[in-house]
């Protein structure tokens, strides 16, 4: 490397193949457009007068944008050449929102072809899958769409402080809700469900969104509550809402599945002065131990009594021990 | 083909009509024919848009191509543009879209020499036909001004040459002369009056508020629930929900009449509402035609192949 000296931006004058890229100081023009492995600067050694040419690597065409050059040497050793990427989106580009909300886009549509409203005409930028927000929690983003929308409509602008008392009314969520209301939109949408329709197996809520069913309450969700110890919520999401059933056990045999009710004797009932009427008792019975009297009540998830009958179907026997709770 | 025939002959009534706006029904057709006219009136109706830049100095802040795809975005009266050519088939320039059966060439000299800001705008475009203009966006509040295209400071200059060539919205959206195309199914909205005389004025009162636009009101004289503007109806379900939850199912029952459909019809300016309409109707006439010209001649095999031997077979 000894025998190599300082090198200098330069072209040879007789040096044509490059003349159309690179001007005579080996730097390119303001403006000028470089394709795939096109010239953009040259350098001369000073000592062995071999020449380096730049080529562009990579397939993207770019604009000159903007050369400056070191003036305090008097030799040209140090310039700063940038260049401008035009880029229009397509399929495979990733975009992401100040939330941290990323994803690829898979699609470009005509405006034709996207949804529209009927009302005002307006339609969609950009669609994006619902499904990347629960998992995720970026509520600050369904906010923010909300907020948006609310003010390009009311064209004014909107606090988003977080943390201040300088809002009239309880929540953001309430502020935004209403002024979307006043313009003729939902308040808000479809939220978490605390009842629906149910499957008819389990009798737990159905998946999917079209048939009425809500946002699931999955394994990861309930390992948050769990590691949160939010005991009483994880019971309110997992067994009240879900399948909360009140089954009878007999407690001789324990057994769930020879359960069954007994037809009450038809007879009045009456009435103890505007008391209402009683409730008959023990209506029913074991049918392997023929007998009442080991029946208890006890609250369990229904597909529980799902999982029995299914094992029993396989010759398998399941007995439930039931203890008072001051005994356990 | 048998001598059935589902031949429909559609109606149209005109609401509203504004230079920039028009708002019409259509009747006796289907969603086909009333989205077909969407589409071409968003997509295939020519307008003129500037469409080659040579930018001979640019000192201000933003880039070249930043400035040409703002000149492109600037709407151009295009009256003319259904007559004029498209400089890819135009004979007289063999398409370099320099003639004036296809392409309208503009200057823009603006050069700051005030400490001011001087804004750069639509206005500065000289035409070199008279037809062919930067739209005037009066009626706003600073009418006296166009669309700004650059700011410069002092001492920034900007120079350039446009050629501005007729196109459609397809190949880009500076060419679509529609701001909004959009329509609705007219709503058909019964109340069952027998049901919503056992409700209370109360009850009435939130049902009708519980709509987020304005439908019902209630009559001041008969307490009435009525319905005041049934196309303010966005399909939110929300009275239905509202009518089921007062545990009175049946309350109003309300009905998209598949055949009537009510259009907004919203123009850049380009051209007027009205053009716009009629040139769609014109357009999407060609297209057919297009279909029906080959229809008998061996032109269909080669334009259709196996579907126009199909067409002619029946």
């Given at each position: 490397m000894s025998d190599q000296g300082p090198r200098i931006f330069k072209r040879e004058h007789s040096d044509m193949s490059i003349s159309s890229f690179v001007d005579s100081d080996g730097l390119p023009h303001v403006g000028q457009v470089i394709h795939q492995d096109e010239p953009y600067c040259s350098t001369i050694d000073q000592v062995t007068n071999s020449k380096y040419i730049y080529r562009r690597k990579g397939s993207e065409t770019v604009i000159v944008d903007y050369v400056a050059v070191d003036t305090k040497n008097k030799n040209l050793q140090k310039a700063n050449i940038r260049f401008r990427h035009p880029r229009n989106p397509v399929i495979g580009d990733k975009f992401s929102s100040r939330h941290g909300q990323k994803g690829v886009c898979s699609q470009l549509w005509p405006d034709i072809d996207m949804p529209f409203s009927g009302i005002t005409g307006m339609s969609p930028d950009l669609i994006i899958n619902p499904h990347a927000f629960p998992s995720r929690m970026t509520i600050g983003m369904l906010l923010e769409i909300l907020a948006a929308k609310g003010g390009c409509l009311h064209g004014n602008f909107v606090d988003a402080t977080p943390f201040s008392d300088d809002t009239e009314s309880e929540s953001l969520v309430e502020d935004l809700g209403s002024k979307l209301r006043a313009l003729g939109f939902n308040y808000h949408g479809t939220e978490v469900r605390a009842t629906g329709q149910v499957d008819q197996i389990t009798r737990q809520p159905i998946k999917g969104r079209k048939r009425g069913g809500g946002v699931r309450f999955g394994e990861m969700e309930r390992d948050s509550l769990l590691a949160h110890g939010a005991a009483y919520l994880l019971h309110d999401r997992l067994h009240v809402c879900s399948d909360y059933h009140v089954a009878d056990v007999c407690s001789l045999c324990g057994s769930l599945l020879t359960t069954t009710t007994i037809q009450p004797p038809k007879r009045v009932i009456r009435e103890f002065g505007g008391l209402p009427p009683t409730k008959a008792l023990k209506k029913v019975k074991c049918l392997a131990c023929q007998t009442s009297k080991g029946m208890e009540t006890v609250a369990m998830p229904y597909v529980f009594k799902y999982l029995v009958a299914e094992l029993a179907a396989m010759n398998i026997k399941m007995t439930i021990q039931l203890n008072s709770r001051a005994a356990a | 083909m048998d001598g059935v025939s589902y031949q429909r002959f559609p109606k149209v009534k005109i609401r509203e009509l504004k230079d920039e706006y028009a708002k019409f029904e259509l009747r006796d057709t289907d969603a086909s024919m009333a989205n077909a006219l969407r589409r071409v009136m968003i997509a295939e109706v020519p307008t003129i848009a500037i469409d080659l830049v040579e930018i001979e100095v640019n000192s201000s802040v933003l880039n070249d191509e930043f400035i040409a795809h703002r000149l492109g975005l600037i709407p151009l009266t295009s009256s003319r543009a259904m007559s004029m050519r498209f400089s890819r088939d135009c004979d007289a320039c063999d398409g370099d879209g320099q003639c004036e059966y296809c392409s309208v060439e503009f200057h823009l000299r603006a050069k700051c020499m005030s400490d001011q800001t001087l804004d750069v705008t639509s206005k500065d475009l000289v035409s070199s036909d008279h037809t062919v203009q930067p739209v005037d966006v009066g009626g706003f509040e600073n009418s006296d001004r166009g669309i700004i295209i650059v700011k410069l400071r002092r001492g920034q200059e900007l120079k350039l040459r446009a050629i501005a060539r007729k196109g459609i919205g397809k190949d880009h959206a500076k060419w679509s002369p529609a701001a909004t195309v959009t329509f609705m199914y007219e709503p058909e909205i019964h109340i069952n009056e027998e049901m919503m005389e056992s409700l209370t004025l109360e009850e009435k009162q939130s049902f009708v508020d519980s709509s987020p636009t304005r439908v019902f009101d209630i009559d001041a004289n008969t307490h009435q629930v009525v319905v005041v503007d049934r196309e303010a109806y966005t399909y939110d379900d929300e009275v239905l929900k509202k009518a089921e939850a007062m545990g009175k199912p049946g309350l109003v029952e309300i009905y998209a009449k598949e055949d009537s459909f009510i259009f907004s019809v919203e123009s850049t300016g380009a051209i007027k509402a009205s053009e716009l309409v009629l040139n769609a109707i014109e357009v999407l006439k060609h297209k057919l035609d297009a279909v029906t010209l080959s229809?008998?001649?061996?032109?269909a095999d080669d334009q259709f192949g196996e579907l126009g031997a199909h067409m002619r077979g029946g």
């Open positions: - | 229809d008998d001649t061996v032109e």
